[in-house]
């Protein structure tokens, strides 16, 4: 009887790390810095800022330069409404802040 009493306290005791376990998970990703969301994101198509499906479109600054693609902005509003060959990421998929993350890091890197 006593037995029975603490295997369900080790029970217990062992869902609440669990639980403990995922939130400081989740805490961790909302941290991820930019580049780990750029590699999530768009690496698969974008890898080191370049495009796989249409090389005339890169991320690069000359031809972010030569489609007029200048600010955060313009980069958030591709993400919402791509072109051809593009996945789209809505406000679920990418919230403003992280779109905006990645914005700022291509801006930076590319
Ligand atoms: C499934 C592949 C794929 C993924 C994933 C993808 N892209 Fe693209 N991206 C493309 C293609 C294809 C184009 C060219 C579309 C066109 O013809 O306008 C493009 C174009 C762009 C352009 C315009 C570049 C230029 O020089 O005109 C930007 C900016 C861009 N993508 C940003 C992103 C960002 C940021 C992400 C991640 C949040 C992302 N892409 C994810 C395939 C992808």
């Known amino acids: 009887m006593r037995d029975g009493i603490r295997g369900a306290q080790g029970r217990f005791l062992a869902l609440t790390l669990g639980v403990g376990l995922v939130a ?3 805490t961790a990703t909302a941290a991820l810095n930019a580049a780990a969301e750029f ?3 768009c690496a698969a198509c974008h890898a080191n800022g ?4 249409n090389p005339a479109k890169t991320l690069s600054k000359a031809d972010r330069q030569k489609h007029g693609i200048k600010t955060s902005k313009d ?3 591709i993400m919402r409404k791509p072109g051809p060959g593009m996945t789209a990421f809505d406000e679920k998929t990418l919230p403003e ?10 801006l930076k890197n590319f």
């Open 75 to 77: 980069l958030i509003r």
């Open 97 to 106: 802040k992280e779109a905006k993350k990645i914005a700022d890091y291509i």
């Open 24 to 26: 400081s998970a989740s």
């Open 39 to 41: 590699k999530e994101h």
């Open 50 to 53: 370049g495009n796989l499906i």
